[in-house]
């Protein structure tokens, strides 16, 4: 079946620290792969997509770059602030369906 | 912008009463979905809808059901709420004839509690 894995949380950075949050996926065929993230006390926004093999995703200085053979998405900044506290998830979805498949969430806390 | 609204940000209900969660997007879409959001299990979809009067279950549809008689407005019912509905609610459209690379465009939420 489809599925999404990521990264257990929470995790804690000290503010211009390196990110790094894994996300691998199960799916036939050639998904769209998604991060979104969920500020504190909103639903979730669209961070970047990437939507074919070696594809780079990119927006508001976090990266992802879709890799078919390790079947792997993680998001990436290579400097995090305060305001990037929050919740991120992976997601994909097939082409032929509706329906989006989502990791479980993976909590940032940036502390100054 | 693609507006998603929901009725409610906070929701206080007792056991055995029936409950209605709205949705309503501005952006024409066909596609609109349900979720619940519960820590360490993601996001679980409840119920989506493809078209007016159309819909199919999604992977925990068990003590849900729901309603679409508008093209912007789906509703999520509660027919007899219990404490382990407790949880956040997320309601998202999408455009159907748009590249499967569509996102989904989210509500804020609906925070629910079950007494």
């Known amino acids: 079946g489809n599925s999404v894995t990521q990264m257990e949380g929470p995790v804690t950075l000290s503010e211009e620290a390196f990110l790094t949050i894994n996300c691998t996926y199960t799916?036939?065929?050639?998904?769209?792969l998604f991060w979104y993230v969920q500020y504190p006390g909103e639903g979730l926004q669209l961070l970047l997509k990437?939507?074919?093999?070696?594809d780079k995703g990119s927006n508001k200085g976090f990266e992802a770059t879709y890799r078919k053979e390790t079947t792997s998405f993680h998001l990436e900044k290579g400097s995090v602030q305060v305001s990037d506290s929050a919740v991120y998830f992976c997601?994909?979805?097939?082409?032929?369906?509706?329906?989006?498949?989502f990791g479980t969430g993976t909590s940032l806390t940036v502390i100054p | 912008d693609v507006k998603v609204t929901q009725s409610s940000r906070y929701l206080v209900k007792r056991t055995g009463e029936k409950v209605f969660l709205e949705c309503v997007q501005d952006?024409?879409?066909?596609?609109m979905f349900w979720y619940r959001q519960d820590p360490g299990l993601g996001l679980r979809l409840i119920y989506f809808?493809?078209?007016?009067?159309?819909?199919e279950k999604g992977d925990i549809p068990e003590g849900y059901s729901v309603s679409r008689e508008k093209k912007e407005r789906f509703s999520l019912i509660l027919e007899s709420a219990s404490t382990n509905q407790t949880s956040m609610y997320l309601c998202?459209?999408?455009?159907?004839?748009?590249?499967?690379?569509?996102?989904?465009?989210f509500g804020p939420g609906t925070r629910l509690l079950v007494l």
């Open positions: 998202a459209s999408r455009d159907r004839d748009r590249s499967y690379q569509e996102t989904q465009y």
């Open positions: 799916a036939t065929g050639y998904p769209s």
């Open positions: 990437a939507t074919k093999a070696d």
């Open positions: 997601a994909l979805i097939k082409p032929t369906g509706n329906q989006f498949y």
């Open positions: 952006m024409d879409h066909e596609n």
């Open positions: 809808s493809y078209d007016v009067k159309m819909k």
